[in-house]
């Protein structure tokens, strides 16, 4: 894992991420993806994205909508929700895409 991953969610580098990572499940027949968000790494983006081929990937509020299940002062528990039910589609992919300018 890469440092910059792990500084996004979170992670101690110094040792190997066992737990903490983000977290692919269904709920309600949509796919959804569970990630920890830094509150003070406000130089890191974070955006969802889903694709049906792995080759166009699309985030955002039509594709991807987010709900904060839990929070601190320090982290916030994030869970993307894909807005194309897994029954409406042939292939459904989500993931992370994580930047820093």
Same mark, same amino acid.
């Given at each position: 894992?890469?440092?910059?991953?792990?500084?996004?969610?979170?992670?101690?580098?110094?040792?190997?991420?066992?737990?903490? *990572?983000?977290?692919?499940?269904?709920?309600? $027949? =949509?796919?959804?993806? %569970?990630?920890?968000?830094? +509150? #003070?790494?406000?130089?890191?983006?974070?955006?969802?994205?889903?694709?049906?081929? *792995?080759?166009?990937?699309?985030?955002?509020? $039509? =594709?991807?909508?987010? %709900?904060?299940?839990?929070? +601190? #002062?320090?982290?916030?528990?994030?869970?993307?929700?894909?807005?194309?039910?897994?029954?409406?589609?042939?292939?459904?992919?989500?993931?992370?895409?994580?930047?820093?300018?």
């Amino acid at each position: 894992m890469t440092n910059l991953l792990e500084y996004a969610l979170g992670l101690n580098p110094n040792v190997a991420a066992v737990s903490g *990572l983000p977290a692919v499940g269904q709920t309600n $027949g =949509f796919l959804t993806l %569970t990630y920890t968000r830094v +509150n #003070s790494a406000t130089d890191i983006s974070y955006l969802p994205e889903v694709s049906g081929d *792995l080759v166009n990937w699309n985030g955002g509020p $039509g =594709f991807v909508s987010q %709900t904060v299940p839990a929070s +601190n #002062s320090i982290l916030q528990t994030i869970q993307a929700r894909d807005l194309v039910p897994m029954g409406g589609a042939t292939n459904r992919f989500i993931r992370l895409h994580i930047t820093h300018p």
